[in-house]
């Protein structure tokens, strides 16, 4: 069992008129074999709590503590972190130029598990993998996301969380810009890693439509850098009829 436990966490990011204040106290839990949905309108704070807690250089943490299983997981690098068990899916992955998907995906494991999988096992379990989230093979040998289109990329983003397995899952907003079919494909793609795993996932989302499909155990309400209601997946539905402009509307 694993948990990651974020509490009072504060933070905040460089801009041209200085420091600007993005997280105001954030406090959660996830733990090994739940889903923890973060839904909240845009320019809430959500990404930037993602990439905090990935260790993005461009925020700085001012307050609070983040550990994964009792370590500070703030104290570690970026690669440290993702030794330690937790993942990010992007809401914009990027390019890598003349890096095929199936190096990169080889090497990043090698770097997790500190030695390569065998190459004819390595094979097969890649070719599985891709199958199942109805990738191309061909694909394999392609230049990471370059010329990918905005599926395509979220499908690489959940064939890499399937191959690494990490402990905690954090996937900021995987369900923009897919549609229905990709949505769906994708969705059964985190199911699987998670009863293949047992591992805890933090799903951030502006909508209802994914969770349709990746069953929340408990849903936050994220408003102005700060977790401002928790309740059931009751709540998504809630949120789904009324929106956001109530917590607006309390804050003001």
């Keep these: 069992m694993s948990k990651l436990e974020i509490k009072d966490l504060h933070a905040t990011v460089t801009t041209d008129t200085g420091d600007s204040e993005i997280l105001r106290g954030v406090s959660l839990t996830v733990e090994s074999g739940t889903t923890s949905a973060i839904m909240g309108p845009n320019g809430s704070g959500k990404s930037t709590l993602a990439y905090v807690l990935a260790g993005h250089p461009k925020y700085t943490v001012t307050s609070g503590t983040v550990t994964l299983d009792g370590e500070d997981v703030l104290g570690m690098s970026v690669d440290e972190r993702a030794r330690?068990?937790?993942?990010?899916?992007?809401?914009?992955?990027?390019?890598?130029?003349?890096?095929?998907?199936?190096?990169?995906?080889?090497?990043?494991?090698?770097?997790?598990?500190?030695?390569?999988?065998?190459?004819?096992?390595?094979?097969?379990?890649?070719?599985?993998?891709?199958?199942?989230?109805?990738?191309?093979?061909?694909?394999?040998?392609r230049n990471v996301n370059e010329g990918f289109s905005g599926g395509e990329k979220k499908r690489h983003e959940i064939l890499q969380l399937g191959l690494m397995e990490p402990k905690i899952a954090i996937l900021d907003e995987t369900d923009s810009g897919l549609d229905v079919d990709a949505l769906k494909v994708v969705s059964e793609g985190v199911n699987r890693f998670q009863q293949k795993t047992n591992a805890g996932v933090l799903l951030i989302t502006h909508y209802t439509r994914i969770l349709k499909y990746i069953k929340p155990d408990v849903v936050h309400v994220f408003v102005d850098g700060r977790i401002v209601e928790t309740g059931g997946p009751e709540l998504a539905n809630s949120l789904e009829a009324d929106g956001y402009e109530r917590f607006s509307v309390a804050k003001a």
């Design 84 to 141: 330690a068990g937790l993942f990010l899916a992007m809401q914009y992955p990027v390019e890598i130029p003349g890096v095929s998907v199936s190096n990169f995906l080889r090497t990043s494991i090698t770097a997790l598990r500190g030695e390569a999988p065998k190459l004819r096992t390595w094979t097969k379990d890649m070719k599985e993998a891709m199958s199942d989230l109805q990738m191309d093979p061909a694909f394999a040998s």
